[in-house]
């Protein structure tokens, strides 16, 4: 019921999006940025089918077991406690891009059309380019997760990193839309990497040597969060004090 829900969910939500973004295209005389008609429904509906997948929304999973205790637990397996979670959470991205992604996709491919890249290689580096922005999310939200080790509640951190990588990852609207100012900002932040790179390379805005580009860049940040993370929770296993039995 909860994956119904969240079809049906995402398919209002793409047409609200798309016709506020098509409208914006049809005032501009058919081309906003670079964006037809076609190629602004394509990013919308690719953003709705990319976006269970990538899950900006924030969890606190991690954070609930430090503020519990099980956390010793988690410490003390022989599996590392990012790469359990890393690969929990790639098995999530694995079911809801069919389940939650793929209808409304469909959905808004037969009712508003999208364009599609031609050769199998797009696709392909789209994968790639997927799986690549499903990691960077989620070492985004294990960083602010190991927070709890320092401070008692990360409610906070979490609303105030769903604004603002909702926001910078092209969500509302695409980056490339951004005045030049903000769009330099974006770009100096993982956020893109999330959900505007991915649409790029599926849509086939970026093909060729500009995805390999794009994946370059998602590598790049994903090799820093990573390193991020690792020297994070080093310093939070070192801080952690278990008393009992």
Request: hydrophobic share 55%.
């Amino acid at each position: 019921m909860a994956v119904v829900a969240g079809v049906f969910t995402n398919s209002v939500f793409g047409f609200i999006r798309a016709s506020v973004l098509l409208g914006a295209v049809d005032s501009a005389g058919g081309d906003l940025g670079g964006y037809t008609r076609e190629q602004a429904s394509s990013y919308v509906w690719l953003g709705q089918a990319l976006l269970a997948s990538v899950a900006i929304w924030g969890w606190s999973e991690i954070a609930d077991r430090v503020k519990n205790g099980d956390i010793a637990v988690d410490l003390a397996r022989p599996v590392d406690l990012y790469f359990s979670w890393w690969a929990r959470d790639l098995g999530r991205a694995a079911f809801t891009l069919p389940a939650r992604g793929l209808p409304p996709f469909l959905i808004g491919a037969l009712v508003m059309g999208v364009a599609l890249p031609p050769t199998p290689l797009s696709y392909l580096i789209g994968v790639v380019s997927m799986v690549l922005a499903v990691s960077i999310s989620f070492t985004l939200k294990f960083l602010i997760n190991l927070a709890a080790f320092w401070v008692i509640d990360i409610r906070g951190l979490v609303g105030v990193s769903v604004v603002v990588s909702s926001f910078f990852c092209g969500l509302f609207v695409p980056v490339h839309l951004f005045p030049d100012w903000l769009r330099t900002i974006a770009y100096a932040t993982p956020f893109p990497s999330i959900l505007q790179f991915p649409i790029d390379v599926f849509s086939g805005r970026a093909s060729g040597f500009a995805a390999l580009q794009v994946i370059g860049v998602q590598a790049a940040w994903l090799a820093g969060t990573f390193a991020l993370a690792r020297l994070v929770q080093h310093r939070a296993s070192r801080r952690l004090v278990v008393q009992g039995g």
